[in-house]
């Protein structure tokens, strides 16, 4: 491999050398994402800016180790020619819990606030889902300006070069001020951040405030995005999409790009109980032993503590895997309900209502059966005067936004929204029978029969008991892992499956929330009614055409 620089070789050579344990992504990223742009004619590695940046370790008590090395020299050192502006301007760095990272974020925020950085007011905003989380980098920061007494020269130097309080912290020669915030949407719009770092992205489900601090960006020179976060258990969130566009960037050099990722974790599942290939996940393992000792016991004491293995395979491993006795389905199998919706026009269907409160979440919904795959049309009423709106952490708006969901202006959903939603379907769709929960029938009668549909004369109305969901349990596992459900593009409906556990009852199981008032499962349970009574439905089947007989 060519020399390119004496601070990001080492660590490549590890990689591509094998002298390191790790994840193919090490190896996409170093052959996709940074020797093409090295090799550019364009682009050039400004050693001594690294060099100088480095040289602040003597404020820590603490050195970076080769990844870290690595990492800064190429958010710093690699340039255009043409204006001397940074080539990556949006860093992702995925990487298991206690391998150091917010040590990482504060010694760039250090960095990015001295007189070797040497922007103009450059601000770097920190964000993080908890004031304590956004918190923890800044006050490292604070620290080391404010307790490093014991050499006099470096005392003289941080006053000299650092103004910090409790809730800013200066580059005096810069005007450059550091500070933390929380996902609250307040104090956002006004920003001229020249870097943004947000710290445990995984949390996050809306990515409206984010937008917010980006369109801040380009006000100042050499603007980044930085994102340093481990994985974790919110699926369909801002982290899962940009893991998506991560692939396709580590896949193959695009010339355009200048978003640098920084992927670590574990190949297979079964990889979590070697501490030899948690390194893939977590390339600081070798060089703290302490934290070495701490995730041993913590494999060694996963048969007596089950439960914390969702949670070290997602934080320590990067491999979220969900609970495997609680969850409805593997997220992959989930995500694999986007299929595109086909034109269902006139055909038959069964309906499916949810409605356990009337001033909470009701959702109604059509099932078809075409070519054995199940097609699920749904709308969600929201009630505004919910009192558990405030605590949803779920981009409720964009769904309304899209038509998936509206919300009502009233104290409750009434029995009226539900049946005239059926009636505008009713004009489009063959509904045969609509299955609602048996203990809100006697809410729903009225309206239900003065559109048609009766549980005791008709027939075309199914009360669904416990029992029902209990006989199709097994269906709806059998849909999911053979991917016969079609949700279409329609994340409401996978936020609603993913927040759905399963129960056992006995013998059986049931269907139950992870969360009883902030994750809710409407959707997923409408879908269920409806599947009771999918036999109604006669399936679509394919057009055959005869071949023409020569005679």
């Not at 990844?67 to 940074?86: A, C, H, M, P, T």
């Not at 933390?180 to 409206?208: A, L, M, P």
């Not at 048969?303 to 992959?332: M, S």
Request: contains cysteine; hydrophobic residues 35%.
């Amino acid at each position: 491999m060519k020399n390119y620089s004496k601070y990001i070789n080492p660590y490549m050579k590890d990689i591509l050398q094998n002298r390191i344990v790790h994840c193919p992504e090490q190896e996409q990223m170093i052959y996709n994402n940074v020797i093409p742009v090295l090799e550019r004619k364009d682009v050039y590695i400004d050693e001594k800016r690294i060099e100088d940046g480095l040289s602040l370790q003597k404020y820590f008590d603490y050195n970076l180790i080769k990844w870290e090395i690595f990492l800064f020299s190429l958010i710093v050192g690699v340039r255009f020619k043409e204006d001397d502006s940074v080539f990556f301007t949006d860093i992702r760095i995925i990487i298991g819990r206690g391998a150091g990272k917010n040590g990482f974020i504060s010694f760039l925020c250090f960095y990015f606030l001295s007189p070797y950085h040497g922007i103009k007011n450059y601000d770097i905003d920190i964000l993080a889902n908890s004031e304590d989380q956004a918190k923890r980098s800044f006050t490292d920061v604070h620290e080391v300006i404010t307790d490093n007494h014991d050499k006099k020269e470096n005392e003289k130097a941080l006053r000299s070069n650092y103004y910090a309080t409790k809730e800013i912290i200066q580059g005096k020669i810069t005007k450059s001020e550091l500070k933390f915030n929380t996902s609250s949407k307040r104090g956002k719009d006004s920003k001229r951040s020249g870097c943004i770092i947000f710290d445990e992205k995984h949390e996050y489900t809306d990515s409206t405030n984010i937008n917010t601090l980006r369109s801040g960006l380009g006000k100042t020179a050499d603007g980044r995005i930085i994102t340093i976060t481990t994985d974790g258990h919110i699926r369909g969130g801002v982290l899962d999409n940009e893991k998506e566009q991560n692939k396709i960037i580590l896949e193959k050099y695009n010339p355009n790009n200048q978003t640098l990722v920084f992927w670590c974790r574990i190949e297979k599942e079964e990889e979590w109980s070697d501490i030899n290939k948690l390194a893939k996940a977590n390339p600081s393992l070798n060089d703290f032993p302490a934290l070495k000792r701490t995730i041993q016991k913590e494999i060694d004491d996963m048969p007596f503590n089950p439960e914390y293995y969702p949670e070290f395979l997602a934080k320590r491993c990067n491999y979220p895997v969900g609970n495997k006795d609680l969850e409805v389905a593997k997220w992959d199998d989930i995500l694999l309900t986007n299929q595109e919706m086909i034109d269902l026009k006139g055909m038959e269907c069964v309906g499916g209502v949810d409605y356990a409160k009337t001033n909470d979440f009701v959702v109604v919904g059509l099932l078809f059966k075409v070519e054995q795959k199940y097609y699920w049309l749904q709308h969600t009423f929201i009630c505004k005067k919910s009192r558990d709106l405030n605590g949803i952490v779920a981009p409720i708006d964009e769904w309304v936004k899209k038509g998936d969901a509206e919300y009502v202006e009233d104290v409750e959903v009434s029995a009226r929204h539900v049946t005239d939603w059926f009636q505008k379907q009713m004009k489009k769709y063959k509904i045969k029978k609509i299955a609602i929960d048996n203990y809100r029938y006697s809410y729903m009668n009225k309206a239900l029969r003065d559109i048609g549909f009766e549980a005791y004369e008709r027939k075309n109305v199914k009360l669904c008991r416990p029992s029902d969901i209990q006989r199709v349990f097994p269906i709806v596992n059998s849909m999911f892992i053979n991917h016969m459900i079609v949700y279409g593009d329609v994340p409401i409906m996978r936020w609603y499956t993913n927040n759905t556990k399963k129960v056992i009852k006995g013998l059986n199981y049931e269907y139950g929330k992870i969360e009883p008032n902030y994750r809710k499962t409407d959707g997923f349970m409408a879908f269920v009614s409806a599947v009771t009574i999918e036999e109604e439905i006669k399936e679509r089947k394919p057009l055959v055409f005869l071949q023409p007989v020569t005679v």
